[in-house]
């Protein structure tokens, strides 16, 4: 199974495809997609939605998974945040693809086995599971942790929630 894991984010929208086969995981892509505080919103969107659809025809994922929202004490970062992710699920959707929502709890749980673990926990981790990736951009270790969390909860027939109702 191939899956495209996603990370949203206003600034940096980090993506994820992994290989997974049983207890075998392969890195395909991973990287993020800058996006400049100089351009507008809107502009910003618009660059998500079609990085994510251009990494769609690419990759041929079959399946998506984004890191569901993070409510945070800001409103408007939160409001902002849930567009990018709208952007990417938009995206997901508009390629064909069923679209899952991990909460970072559930993302972590998954992938180090301790849901309040830290950044370099999931890091350390995601590093093992998948070899030697350049994990330098850390958006792009978050998305790849998306992807493999939904690898798993595939693979161990976990309880997950579907963004899409067919």
């Known amino acids: ?28 892509a991973c990287g993020s997609v ?6 507008p919103l809107p502009a910003r969107l618009g660059r998500i939605f079609t990085e994510i659809s251009r990494l769609i ?6 399946e998506m998974a984004v890191e569901d929202v993070f409510v945070s004490r800001n409103a ?3 409001l902002i945040l849930g567009q ?12 064909g693809l069923r679209v899952f929502e991990y909460s970072a ?22 590093r093992f599971l998948l070899g030697p990736p350049d994990l330098s951009d850390l958006h792009a270790a978050d998305a790849l942790a998306v992807a493999v969390c939904h690898i798993h909860a595939r ?3 976990r309880r997950f929630r579907v963004a899409d109702r067919p």
């Open 34 to 39: 800058p996006l400049p505080a100089s351009l």
């Open 155 to 157: 693979t161990f027939s």
């Open 57 to 62: 025809q690419e990759t041929h994922p079959e």
């Open 84 to 95: 990018a992710r709208g952007a990417a699920i938009a995206a997901g959707i508009h390629g």
């Open 1 to 28: 199974m191939r899956v495209l894991g996603i990370d949203p984010g206003s600034r940096h929208t980090g993506y994820g495809v992994v290989d997974g086969d049983g207890d075998r995981l392969l890195t395909v």
């Open 76 to 78: 408007r970062s939160a």
């Open 105 to 126: 709890l559930e993302i972590k749980q998954a992938v180090v086995g301790y849901g309040k673990a830290d950044k370099n926990q999931v890091i350390h981790m995601v």
